[in-house]
């Protein structure tokens, strides 16, 4: 009995209940199948979130404390549309300003964690650099619609460090296209050290930067990190 009722559960895919039913102790014969599938459920639920989790490349920061001194907001969006991930819903983007170090890859890290955890969402974390030099890469391989389509999966696209590395005329029109199949289906946050008026130094190409913008803006909210480095500010207090 015990191995047919193995073999039932490995056709059917219920793999907590192949491995563990034996174990569980009930009062009656319906108590004994809701608790089945209760923990089926269960573990269902925690092999999506870790897959969410390793498939999403967020930093880790665990133990790490936001703080929102000196950040400044439209007043169309709202700390809780950010920390619960409702722009997410409405298809919109954020793009945090700020100098070094004020905590635009923490809030950023943050919402996407958030976004997986509260409502399991689909996240991939970038830094701009890395995602240009995996388009390229692609490109050369012949695998780029492979990449695109990862990226269409996705409820929230986070791009880190924008302006932080100037980018050469094919990845630039590579991540065009990234910002392209986002507009108006998945949400973006971006974090950048500089103005929109210094993006051209990016991009290299007036057009193209404009083009980039006017999809990333249409939708967004600008989120001002307007205060002093924290890790300049931990290096004068150790000292």
Same mark, same amino acid.
């Given at each position: 009995m015990r191995v047919l009722i193995e073999e039932h559960a490995k056709r059917l895919k219920l793999s907590w209940i192949r491995e563990n039913f034996h174990e569980v102790k009930a009062a009656s014969n319906e108590e004994y199948l809701l608790k089945l599938f209760e923990?089926?459920?269960?573990?269902?639920?925690?092999?999506?979130?870790?897959?969410?989790?390793?498939?999403?490349?967020?930093?880790?920061?665990?133990?790490?404390?936001?703080?929102? #001194? $000196?950040?400044?907001?439209?007043? #169309?969006?709202?700390?809780? #549309?950010?920390?619960?991930?409702?722009?997410?819903?409405?298809?919109?983007?954020?793009?945090?300003? $700020?100098?070094? $170090?004020?905590?635009?890859?923490?809030?950023?890290?943050?919402? $996407?964690?958030?976004?997986?955890?509260?409502?399991?969402?689909?996240?991939?974390?970038?830094?701009?650099?890395?995602?240009?030099?995996?388009?390229l890469e692609a490109n050369d391989k012949g695998t780029l619609g492979k990449l695109y389509k990862q990226i269409e999966s996705l409820d929230l696209l986070i791009l880190d460090e924008l302006g932080y590395v100037p980018l050469h005329k094919q990845g630039a029109e590579l991540l065009f296209q990234v910002i392209n199949l986002?507009?108006?289906?998945?949400?973006?946050?971006?974090?950048?050290?500089?103005?929109?008026?210094?993006?051209?130094?990016?991009?290299? #190409?007036?057009?193209?930067?404009?083009?980039?913008?006017?999809?990333?803006?249409?939708?967004?909210?600008?989120?001002?990190f307007n205060r002093e480095s924290f890790r300049h500010k931990e290096s004068l207090m150790n000292r």
């Open positions: 923990r089926e459920i269960q573990q269902r639920e925690e092999r999506k979130l870790n897959l969410l989790i390793s498939q999403s490349s967020l930093p880790d920061i665990s133990g790490r404390h936001f703080d929102w #001194d $000196g950040i400044h907001m439209n007043g #169309d969006i709202s700390k809780e #549309d950010i920390i619960k991930g409702h722009f997410i819903e409405r298809k919109e983007n954020l793009i945090l300003y $700020g100098g070094v $170090g004020v905590g635009k890859t923490l809030l950023a890290s943050l919402t $996407g964690w958030n976004a997986i955890r509260e409502n399991q969402k689909k996240v991939r974390f970038y830094t701009v650099a890395r995602l240009v030099n995996q388009l986002c507009y108006e289906r998945r949400s973006v946050v971006v974090t950048t050290n500089l103005q929109f008026g210094q993006w051209n130094h990016v991009f290299g #190409d007036p057009i193209l930067t404009e083009a980039f913008i006017d999809r990333l803006i249409h939708y967004s909210h600008l989120i001002v």
